[in-house]
């Protein structure tokens, strides 16, 4: 089996940074009698493998830096092989757990859950699947693959819409685009930021239903896009995106945590367009930041906001269509984490809410909620005064 070692020819690749801890190495591909094993794609990640002695494949997945790091270990792999034939694939999850659990998929794009009959999960750290090749490829992933691709068709998508248009405003630490969708100007605007931690797709499908609900052609929509200009960063991190990282950008920060401190390249191109729109006189009125965790939740501010109480109007209002969706309001005091939601909320007043989406939540919920959110958004900030005075930055 050959080792990818050198960190150059890993960078070549996109598919790690050079801070991987030293006791493994990060390989992308691995083969055993007629069967292969790849992560030569945006996302792509099969750790470290090995070749048992009845055959198998044995995956050890580690973060791409050493602890402390967020327990979120991220797989995808193509499986080439016979159709027909039969492929275990045993991973061993270092300093994490089997959080996610495996999807399937014949073409990258359309998945499914691999079934339980087919995933043994022993101790918590490791995972056990058992494939028949339905073809000559499969996919296997924690999450769908969402990658830079993805992003390009969906932005190519939204700039068809009159209202939109796309631009750089940045690069990021290995010089890919950091992209933004904008609408026209408005003497407002809200910003909405994506994929700052690379594995939490569920709030990337939940953030995409809920940007095309804004953009509709609904009367509410139309009514909204009057008023607020919007400001859009799906792919805030698309260096640990095509890497297949836990959590960090290359130069092992977490970008949620660099809101402030202003150290990396990413965060730096968003702030300087939200200043920019600023300069410009218009006023940010609300910050949505999407993410995944265990759970449906909304991490908020205490009532003080402005606009008052802007955070428990709006999901009152939503839990009152979505009587199955037991999402949690979590309003807990500011702390001193630079996270975006602190950062906007400490600096501006406004309301800043983390969208945390569920890692298992059907995607069929996922989408039928978010555009109930993106509406009763819409609908509690129409309803809030017009503040043409823009608030003292920092």
């Not at 090995?50 to 602890?67: R, Y």
């Not at 924690?142 to 068709?153: A, K, P, Q």
């Not at 910003?191 to 609904?218: K, Y």
Request: charged share 20%; proline share 7%.
């Amino acid at each position: 089996m050959t080792r990818i070692i050198a960190c150059a020819l890993i960078l070549a690749l996109a598919v790690s940074g050079c801070s991987t801890p030293q006791t493994h190495h990060r390989d992308t591909f691995c083969s055993s009698g007629t069967t292969l094993l790849d992560a030569h794609f945006d996302g792509g990640q099969l750790g470290s493998c090995n070749i048992s002695d009845d055959g198998d494949f044995e995956l050890i997945l580690f973060p791409e830096d050493e602890p402390p790091i967020n327990k979120s270990p991220w797989y995808a792999y193509r499986v080439s092989g016979r159709p027909g034939d039969r492929v275990t694939i045993q991973m061993q999850f270092h300093n994490g757990y089997a959080r996610y659990w495996p999807k399937i998929s014949l073409d990258g794009e359309n998945w499914l859950e691999l079934p339980p009959e087919q995933v043994i999960k022993g101790a918590d750290d490791r995972m056990e699947l058992t494939l028949q090749l339905q073809q000559a490829r499969v996919w296997v992933a924690g999450g769908e693959i969402l990658g830079r691709e993805h992003y390009s068709r969906w932005l190519n998508l939204l700039e068809n819409h009159e209202d939109v248009s796309t631009r750089l405003i940045g690069q990021s630490v290995q010089g890919r685009p950091i992209i933004l969708a904008e609408t026209a100007d408005r003497p407002e605007f809200v910003l909405m930021i994506g994929r700052q931690h690379p594995p939490e797709v569920t709030g990337a499908i939940a953030m995409q239903t809920f940007i095309d609900t804004v953009l509709g052609d609904s009367e509410l929509a139309q009514r909204f896009r009057q008023r607020f200009k919007l400001g859009i960063v799906p792919l805030l991190n698309p260096d640990g995106v095509a890497a297949g990282h836990w959590r960090h950008n290359v130069n092992g920060v977490d970008l949620n945590r660099d809101w402030g401190p202003f150290t990396q390249p990413e965060s730096t191109a968003v702030i300087r367009w939200v200043q920019q729109q600023e300069s410009d006189g218009r006023t940010l009125r609300l910050m949505l930041d999407f993410h995944s965790t265990f759970e449906d939740l909304f991490y908020t501010q205490p009532r003080v906001t402005d606009p008052p109480d802007f955070a428990s109007l709006w999901l009152d209002a939503s839990a009152q269509r979505l009587p199955d969706f037991p999402f949690k309001h979590a309003a807990n005091p500011v702390s001193e984490q630079p996270n975006a939601k602190n950062y906007f909320y400490k600096s501006r007043g406004i309301p800043a809410v983390t969208y945390e989406s569920g890692d298992e939540t059907t995607r069929e919920m996922l989408e039928e909620s978010a555009a109930i959110f993106a509406e009763e958004m819409m609908k509690t900030l129409l309803t809030t005064s017009p503040d043409p005075t823009p608030p003292a930055t920092q």
